[in-house]
């Protein structure tokens, strides 16, 4: 293997390093590499001196850092790229590819860094990043409702440009806008549109990948499987995909938003029980999520839920709607706030009261995650029983759970209609809504780490009575590399308890696919799809 002939190599050398004073300590490959990005055959490759990064380099750490999300992934433990490119043009990521396959390199390739495992940036072999910082285009077509997007560019990017151009234009993406629409689209992407348009990768009309050759494939030359496999199949599986055609759908003018708040002693148990099987039964123009955490009311602990929603229309049709459907909350127009559809896009963001040029700015920590955590999601297709909720609470008031939240979000509308082979995201009809779960801390990595990842995980045994089973489904978008380790399936190795749990039964079709354009499994991470069904 060329990765354990690297290490011996720097063992190697570091017994010469011990006779002779080199000024370069690197392991002898990445100048090698280096060589050889520098040697590829394309006519302008000379400037990808200005992209390349090595431990050596001044700007390194900095530019590893620029987007890491999560910092249980940036101690000084965690395994470090040898080298970081961050290509300016197609034959970067070429030379990227072609190099690393001759010096035995892993590649991860990094749009946005919110991958909630660190699997963008962080390896257990020697490594390249490939980030696609500067490869973030955007350009719209207001006429025909389409765009073409570079994966390197956020969300917030994307949604900024077309605001600017159109009130009555949106996009499906997600909710956080510093995630990247690269690894956002890989892997499916829920949001605030679902329940009207679906999921982001419904909306992908065509993409341009660089596979394991360098060939550069749009959808017509990829084919419709490989086409298929890339919307939702999870990213770094299948090549660099460089940009994506996306449809742009109708929002209207003004949609209304409301935030309702409601402790254990103000009902909440009832409401939240309610909410299971009204909010999925709702009309697709209505977003509905509840969260649920712990707060002190009166210098006493207690559970507060807090419902919100974005209607696409006024709140003279909401409050009515929402009064009929969920008298319970007790819905009224001074709870409303009408705003424009970009506008509803921060306010469930908890980005209140900012100008929306905050949409582009990269460095943005959203509220919604402490400077470490740990995410999990799970389907319900069924509601919760409300006795069930007085275990829930419990847990949620335990004192490891102060950073906790719980989240619903209704699925329904659109997302019924979508049969599960449309795409690899396989949670359609049948799913009333998802829960997310998210623990998070600072400083004091390791320790506490272990003190909350413990209490998630635990949390997330306690759940498993009351959510999808055989297979407990996930969402390969919350990357979770808990699932699967403690499974006895071993077909595939642990990728067919992951696999199922991601896929169900598209995951044997993306092993075709990743046999297809990816046979000798050059792109791989721990929750990679296989290239061969043994
Ligand atoms: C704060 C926060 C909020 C979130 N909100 C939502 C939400 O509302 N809805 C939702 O669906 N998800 C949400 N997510 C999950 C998010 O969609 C995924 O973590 C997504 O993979 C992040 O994309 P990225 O480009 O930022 O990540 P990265 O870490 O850059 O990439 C994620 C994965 O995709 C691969 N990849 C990245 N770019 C490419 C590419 N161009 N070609 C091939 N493979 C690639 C990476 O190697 C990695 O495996 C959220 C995550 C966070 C941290
Ligand atoms: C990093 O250092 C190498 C070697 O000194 C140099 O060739 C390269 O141009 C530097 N990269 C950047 C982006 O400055
Ligand atoms: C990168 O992050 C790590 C961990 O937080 C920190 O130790 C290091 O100083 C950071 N480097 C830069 C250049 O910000
Ligand atoms: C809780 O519900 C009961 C009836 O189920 C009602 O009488 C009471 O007013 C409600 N409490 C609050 C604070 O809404
Ligand atoms: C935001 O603005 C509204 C009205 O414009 C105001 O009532 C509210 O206090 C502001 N909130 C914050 C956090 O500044």
């Known amino acids: 293997m060329k990765a354990s002939y690297c290490f011996s190599m720097s063992l190697f050398l570091l017994i010469v390093l011990i006779s002779f004073p ?139 440009e077309i605001a600017k151009k ?26 605030l549109l679902l329940r009207k348009y679906g999921i982001a990768a419904d909306n992908v009309i065509d993409a341009v990948l660089i596979d394991v050759k360098g060939r ?79 707060v002190s009311q009166n210098g006493r602990p207690t559970v507060q839920a807090s419902f919100s929603s974005v209607f696409l229309g006024k709140s003279n049709k909401l409050v009515p709607l929402m009064n009929a459907r969920f008298p319970e909350l007790g819905l009224k127009k001074k709870d409303c706030i009408e705003m424009s559809w970009v506008e509803s896009l921060l306010f469930i963001g908890l980005i209140r009261n900012k100008s929306i040029e905050v949409l582009l700015d990269r460095s943005f920590k959203s509220p919604l995650n402490a400077p470490s955590f740990k995410t999990k999601l799970d389907y319900a297709k069924n509601p919760i029983p409300e006795s069930a909720f007085k275990t829930i609470w419990s847990k949620l008031l335990e004192e490891d759970a102060e950073t906790a939240v719980m989240g619903f979000i209704a699925y329904g509308g659109k997302m019924d209609e979508v049969p599960e082979s449309a795409t690899p995201f396989p949670h359609r009809n049948g799913n009333l809504f998802h829960i997310a779960y998210n623990v998070g801390w600072s400083g004091e990595e390791n320790m506490k780490t272990l003190r909350y990842v413990k209490w998630i995980r635990e949390f997330y045994s306690l759940m498993s009575a009351f959510v999808s089973k055989s297979p407990r489904e996930a969402y390969v ?58």
């Open 166 to 191: 159109s009130r009555t234009l949106a996009f499906p993406g997600g909710i956080c806008h510093t995630v990247g629409i690269g690894g956002y689209l890989s892997g499916g992407g829920y949001g």
């Open 22 to 160: 080199w000024p370069n300590s690197a392991c002898s490959h990445v100048n090698d590499f280096l060589d050889c990005l520098h040697s590829f055959p394309s006519k302008d490759i000379s400037s990808i001196s200005k992209v390349v990064y090595t431990q050596n380099n001044a700007s390194y750490a900095s530019v590893l850092n620029s987007t890491i999300q999560n910092l249980r992934f940036s101690t000084p433990t965690t395994p470090k790229p040898l080298v970081i490119v961050t290509p300016l043009q197609t034959s970067h990521i070429q030379a990227t590819i072609h190099c690393s396959r001759i010096y035995g390199l892993q590649i991860r390739i990094r749009s946005g860094g919110h991958d909630f495992e660190g699997l963008s940036y962080v390896s257990q072999v020697p490594f390249v990043v490939l980030d696609l910082v500067n490869l973030r285009s955007i350009e719209i077509d207001v006429e025909k409702k389409v765009a073409w997007v570079q994966s390197g560019a956020i969300q917030g990017e994307f949604y900024y």
């Open 216 to 294: 550069i494939l749009n959808r017509k030359a990829m084919g419709e499987d490989v086409f298929w496999g890339i919307r939702g199949g999870g990213g770094g599986s299948f090549g660099v995909v460089l940009s994506w055609k996306l449809k742009l759908v109708s929002v209207p003018k003004t949609v209304t938003v409301f935030n309702i708040r409601k402790t254990l002693e103000e009902n909440a148990t009832e409401l939240v029980h309610q909410w299971q099987t009204v909010a999925p039964k709702l009309p697709p123009e209505t977003f509905s999520v509840v969260t649920m955490r712990k």
């Open 477 to 534: 978008g919350y990357r979770d590399n808990d699932i699967g380790t403690n499974d006895k399936d071993t077909s595939y190795g642990t990728a067919s308890v992951w696999g199922r749990k991601y896929f169900k039964n598209n995951f044997d079709k993306l092993v075709h696919v990743k046999m297809m354009i990816d046979p000798h499994n050059f792109f791989k991470h721990e929750q990679s799809i296989p290239s061969s069904f043994a």
